[in-house]
């Protein structure tokens, strides 16, 4: 069975997308594993995490890589994040923030198996709760269902690394619903502009609809 590495610990086995387990025989969200040449490999389906829609649809650049640092903001039950978990690897640092108490739960049961995802209990607002603890991160991933999705990037910016990376889906529907997307997304660009420049805008249909997938650079 061919693998392919198309970007730093994400592969691509018989035309899927897939990552190698950290943790070995524990799946996350019933994702399908591979054991090829004594390596277990997790199947990283695109209509569940939008990071794997946008490589499937073309991201040209991933700066999540082993090693890495990476806030993630709005880190749910932890699927995708349990996928940066892997591509960061064991010396790397996913620090989960997250909001819900029940996605919490199911949250802390992925962390328990992955030493290197770090589950923080807060608001994203409240960067200044656990911005001190965490310090500098290399990359920015933000999936936050709110109307002041761009605020809260800028707040949480001020952790990034010059010149680091963001990676953010921007989820129309949770900003405004009775305005047209493409106004809400050229909204949010024009609002975060001061501080960051659009590397690449991706669209993830048909994974996920009405949402943009933006790389970012920190000015």
């Given amino acids: 069975m061919n693998v392919t590495e198309i970007f730093e610990g994400v592969y691509k086995i018989e035309g899927k997308l897939a990552t190698k ?10 994702e399908e594993l591979k054991k090829i040449n004594n390596i277990e490999y997790r199947l990283w389906n695109p209509y569940r995490s939008k990071l794997a829609a946008a490589i499937i649809n073309g991201l040209s650049a991933l700066d999540i890589k082993t090693n890495s640092s990476v806030l993630y903001l709005g880190a749910s039950t932890g699927t995708t994040a349990s996928h940066v978990s892997d591509i960061v690897w064991e010396h790397g640092n996913v620090y989960c923030i997250e909001i819900s108490k029940r996605s919490m739960r199911d949250l802390l049961s992925v962390c328990e198996k992955r030493q290197n ?71 949010f660009i024009q609002s975060i502009s001061k501080t960051f420049k659009v590397v690449q805008r991706i669209k993830i249909e048909p994974f996920d609809k009405m949402h943009l997938f933006l790389h970012l650079k920190k000015i």
């Fill in 21 to 30: 387990n950290l943790a070995p025989g524990t799946k996350v969200y019933d």
């Fill in 117 to 187: 995802m770090l589950p923080v209990f807060e608001d994203a607002r409240n960067y200044a709760n656990y911005s001190d603890d965490i310090g500098t991160v290399d990359v920015i991933y933000q999936d936050v269902a709110a109307p002041d999705q761009d605020k809260i990037l800028l707040l949480n910016s001020s952790m990034l690394k010059s010149g680091g990376s963001a990676y953010v889906a921007i989820k129309s529907q949770s900003i405004n619903i009775s305005k047209d997307p493409k106004i809400v997304f050229e909204e």
